[in-house]
C-alpha cells in the first residue's frame, strides 16, 4: 500500500482485517514511525482501532521506502495525492514518481493498482511506462467519504475493478470476496471514469439542491419540505439533498475540475458540469451576502463568530472546505473572526481560533453555522445570545432548532428556509 493518507492507511487497515498481510509505505519517516506505535493522525471513526488490530496481529507494517516492500507483493495499491494540477487538470507526478521507483522490482504478475483517483487512460500510461507485460495494471478506485470511510470499506455500495487483463481485474475483485458486495468488472478505461462520474453527479446534485433553497427564498417555499417531497422518489433518493454553503473537500472540487479537462480534450463542451462549478461558486457569495444582510449589511468591522470550519462534520480536513471559503471572504471583506471547530485547532490566517465555542459568541454581531456538527445542536443557545452584541444566528447548514434559536431571543436565518415559512410551522405548531 504505496500511501498513508486516508485512502491508503483506510485501505490498508482494512484489507488487514479481512486477514490479507500489508505492507503500508510511506516517505515520511516520522509519520510511519507514529503509526507504527499505533497512533493515527487522521480522524476517521474506527480506523485507530483497525490499526492497532493489524498491527498487534502481525497483519499490519508500516515502512519507509517502496522498493524493498514491492518484492514479494502479490499487489502493490497506488494510493498516493493527485492534486488539482495547473489548469485543473489532474496532477499525476506522485503516480508515475512510484512507477518509475518501483517499475523495475514488482514481481512478475504482481498486479500494480491504482487506487488513486485517476484520469482515464491513466492505467495506459502507467502500463507503457512499465515497459513490461508481466506485471497487469488494473484500476480499482475508492468510494470512501471522510468521516465513514472504515463504514464505507466494510460495508460498500459495489466494488470496481478494471484491466484490459480481464483476469487480473477479476483477481483484485477477489481480495474484497468477504464483503459480499457486487463486483463490477471492467475495462480500464470504463473503472477509470466510474469515480469521476459518481463524484461529478453528486457534485451537480448538491449544486441543483442549492439552486432550489436559493428558488425556495424568493418563492416562498420551504427547501425542507421540497426535499422531503424529493426524497421519496426512489429514483432520486434523500442523499445530498441538503443545502449548505457549497461543496468542497479533497474529491469534488478536483475531481469535476479534472474531468472537465478531460472533457476538453475529447473535444466536449462539458457545460452541465462546468455550471456545477460556476453554481457553487455562487452559493458560496449569496452565503457571505445573507451573512452581511445580517449584521446590517456592512462587514467590514463587524465580529462575527464562526461555528465550524472543517469541509463536513466527522472529520479534521480543511482541503477546499467551503466552510473556511466562506469564512476567507468575510475575513477579506474586514469582518474580524472568532472560530470554533470541534476538530481543527491551530493558527489559521485572518481569524482567531479558539477552544471554546462560547467563546465565538462574544460580542459577536452575528453567529454562522458553518460545519454540520452536532455538538452546535447542543449548545446553550440562551448562554450565547448573553453574550453576543448583535441577535443574528445564520445557520448555513439547517442544523438548529430554529424555534430554540427564536426562543432564546434571537433571529434565525436559514438557507431556502425563509421567515415567513417559520412563522407557518410556529403557528402550526
Not at 470496481?160 to 477479476?170: L, T
Not at 475483485?173 to 458486495?181: E, V
Not at 473535444?267 to 449569496?286: H, M
Request: aromatic share 6%; charged share 20%.
Amino acid at each position: 500500500m504505496v500511501g498513508t493518507g486516508y485512502v491508503g492507511l483506510t485501505t490498508g487497515a482494512c484489507l488487514a482485517g479481512l486477514g490479507h498481510r500489508v505492507t503500508c509505505v510511506d516517505v515520511d519517516q516520522a509519520k510511519v514511525a507514529r503509526l507504527s506505535a499505533g497512533r493515527v493522525d487522521i480522524l476517521e471513526p474506527g480506523l485507530s482501532e483497525l490499526v492497532s488490530r493489524g498491527l498487534t496481529s502481525g497483519r499490519l507494517e508500516f515502512v519507509v521506502g517502496a522498493r524493498d516492500a514491492v518484492r514479494d507483493a502479490e499487489a502493490v495499491f497506488l494510493c498516493v495525492p493527485t492534486p488539482m494540477g495547473a489548469g485543473g487538470s489532474a496532477d499525476l507526478r506522485a503516480v508515475e514518481a512510484v512507477t518509475a521507483e518501483i517499475g523495475d522490482v514488482i514481481p512478475p504478475g504482481c498486479a500494480l493498482i491504482t487506487k488513486s483517483t485517476v484520469p482515464v487512460g491513466t492505467s495506459k500510461r502507467i502500463q507503457a511506462m512499465l515497459g513490461r507485460t508481466d506485471v497487469p495494471v488494473v484500476s480499482n478506485p475508492e468510494f470512501l467519504r471522510e468521516g465513514t470511510a472504515v463504514e464505507d470499506f466494510l460495508g460498500p455500495d459495489r466494488i470496481v475493478v478494471g484491466s484490459d487483463d480481464a483476469a487480473a481485474a477479476r483477481w483484485v475483485g477477489d481480495l474484497y470476496a468477504d464483503l459480499a458486495a457486487p463486483v463490477v468488472v471492467a475495462d480500464a478505461a470504463s473503472a477509470e471514469l466510474v469515480k469521476y462520474a459518481a463524484n461529478c453527479f453528486l457534485a451537480m446534485k448538491l449544486s441543483y439542491v442549492n439552486s432550489i433553497a436559493e428558488l425556495c427564498e424568493r418563492l416562498g417555499a420551504d427547501i425542507d419540505l421540497v426535499t422531503e417531497g424529493m426524497g421519496y422518489d426512489r429514483r432520486i433518493g434523500r442523499s445530498f439533498l441538503k443545502p449548505g454553503p457549497g461543496w468542497g473537500g479533497s474529491c469534488l472540487p478536483k475531481d469535476t475540475s479534472a474531468l472537465v479537462k478531460v472533457a476538453e480534450s475529447v473535444q466536449y463542451d462539458f457545460t452541465l458540469l462546468t455550471s456545477a462549478i460556476e453554481e457553487n461558486i455562487a452559493q458560496r457569495d449569496r452565503i457571505v451576502a445573507k451573512i452581511a444582510g445580517a449584521v446590517g449589511g456592512t462587514l467590514a468591522g463587524s465580529r462575527i463568530g464562526v461555528l465550524g470550519l472543517a469541509f463536513k462534520a466527522g472529520t479534521n480536513d480543511l482541503r477546499d472546505s467551503p466552510a473556511l471559503a466562506v469564512a476567507s471572504v468575510l475575513g477579506a471583506l474586514g469582518a474580524e473572526l472568532t472560530a470554533y471547530d470541534p476538530a481543527v485547532g491551530g493558527h489559521i490566517d485572518g481569524m482567531t481560533v479558539v477552544d471554546d465555542p462560547y467563546q465565538v459568541a462574544k460580542a459577536a454581531d452575528a453567529v454562522v453555522v458553518l460545519t454540520e456538527w452536532d455538538e452546535f445542536k447542543r449548545l446553550d443557545w440562551t448562554y450565547m445570545a448573553e453574550q453576543m452584541d448583535g441577535d443574528s444566528v445564520v445557520d448555513t447548514r439547517n442544523l438548529l432548532d430554529p424555534h430554540q434559536i427564536l426562543d432564546a431571543g434571537l433571529s434565525w436565518q436559514g438557507v431556502g428556509r425563509p421567515r415567513a415559512a417559520l412563522r407557518r410551522k410556529v403557528a402550526v405548531s
